[in-house]
Antibody, heavy 121, light 108 residues
Framework: QVQLVESGGGLVKPGGSLRLSCAASGFSFSDYYMTWIRQAPGKGLEWISYISSSSTFTDYADSVKGRFTISRDNAKNSLYLQMNSLRAEDTAVYYC??????????????WGQGTTVTVSS | EIVLTQSPGTLSLSPGERATLSCRASQSVSSTYLVWYQQKPGQAPRLLIFGSSRRATGIPDRFSGGGSGTDFTLTISRLEPEDFAVYYCQQFGSSLWTFGQGTKVEIK
């Protein structure tokens, strides 16, 4: 079935790094834009980054620009988020999502279950 | 960056009532680029509406969306018990794809 599974979350000290992965199955991963979205405890959704189907286009929220890098490997049906210089305010559940419609602006219609990142000393 | 402001923050209603949620953008957004999600506790969000008014696959017709420019609306015609949740709007009208802060629809 159509599925996204995130991994790589955990506890990291301020200033540290973490790499999140998102494994896709059941759909044509290489055809679609992918995004990372996070949700701090008790807070709303925050869009972090997107990447186009062939990695040509990427962008980042100002809160993570210069610290986080999104990438994908279409041969492995996988999406990644390299997070450097982590701060306490990066503590959140991180979701990957696929924009599986005809165009990316049709919205994120497939979501993973999320992986938790905690930044604390 | 386009800022989306949702109102009200919380909507207290009874099952069977009509819910009207607002999403206001800091600058004009094409209706093509506005979507709505529903999120229940402990779950990932679910896409409800895209193109401001088109229901996603499997979404019941009690959910409808509308609006243009800077003002968009999500309406739930008759609330079912499973509709009590938090609702978010998101825009794709700029390269930074922002969310609104959410509206919680709670049981009165």
């Amino acid at each position: 079935q159509v599925q996204l599974v995130e991994s790589g979350g955990g506890l990291v000290k301020p200033g540290g790094s973490l790499r999140l992965s998102c494994a896709a199955s059941g759909f044509s991963f290489s055809d679609y834009y992918m995004t990372w979205i996070r949700q701090a405890p008790g807070k709303g959704l925050e869009w972090i980054s997107y990447i186009s189907s062939s990695s040509t286009f990427t962008d980042y929220a100002d809160s993570v620009k210069g610290r986080f890098t999104i990438s994908r490997d279409n041969a492995k049906n996988s999406l990644y988020l390299q997070m450097n210089s982590l701060r306490a305010e990066d503590t959140a559940v991180y979701y990957c999502a696929s924009h599986g419609g005809t165009n990316y602006y049709y919205g994120a219609d497939v979501w993973g279950q999320g992986t938790t990142v905690t930044v604390s000393s | 960056e386009i800022v989306l402001t949702q109102s009200p923050g919380t909507l207290s209603l009874s099952p069977g009532e009509r819910a009207t949620l607002s999403c206001r953008a800091s600058q004009s957004v094409s209706s093509t680029y506005l979507v709505w999600y529903q999120q229940k506790p402990g779950q990932a969000p679910r896409l409800l509406i895209f193109g401001s008014s088109r229901r996603a696959t499997g979404i019941p017709d009690r959910f409808s969306g509308g609006g243009s420019g800077t003002d968009f609306t999500l309406t739930i015609s008759r609330l079912e018990p499973e509709d009590f949740a938090v609702y978010y709007c998101q825009q794709f009208g700029s390269s930074l794809w922002t969310f609104g802060q959410g509206t919680k629809v709670e049981i009165k």
